[in-house]
């Protein structure tokens, strides 16, 4: 299996449980201030970047050649 089938692989599980995690948190912030609402929602829309753009820099990631 190459990098880039594992990547996809990883990063559609990746982000199926983190889209699940973030809304089972923001019933959390529902009934709160409309400030604490958007820090939350603001947050949550952007912290998926990090690992998604460090999994995408390993799969494009030159392989080293096998003798």
């Not at 199926?16 to 529902?30: K, M, T």
């Not at 952007?46 to 050649?65: E, I, K, N, S």
């Amino acid at each position: 299996m190459s990098r880039t089938s594992i990547a996809i692989l990883a990063g559609l599980i990746f982000l199926a449980a983190y889209l699940f995690g973030a809304l089972a948190l923001s019933d959390r912030v529902a009934g709160a201030h409309w400030l604490v609402q958007a820090a939350y929602f603001i947050t949550a829309g952007t912290l998926w970047v990090l690992p998604v753009y460090r999994l995408m820099l390993w799969a494009v990631r030159p392989q080293p050649l096998r003798k």
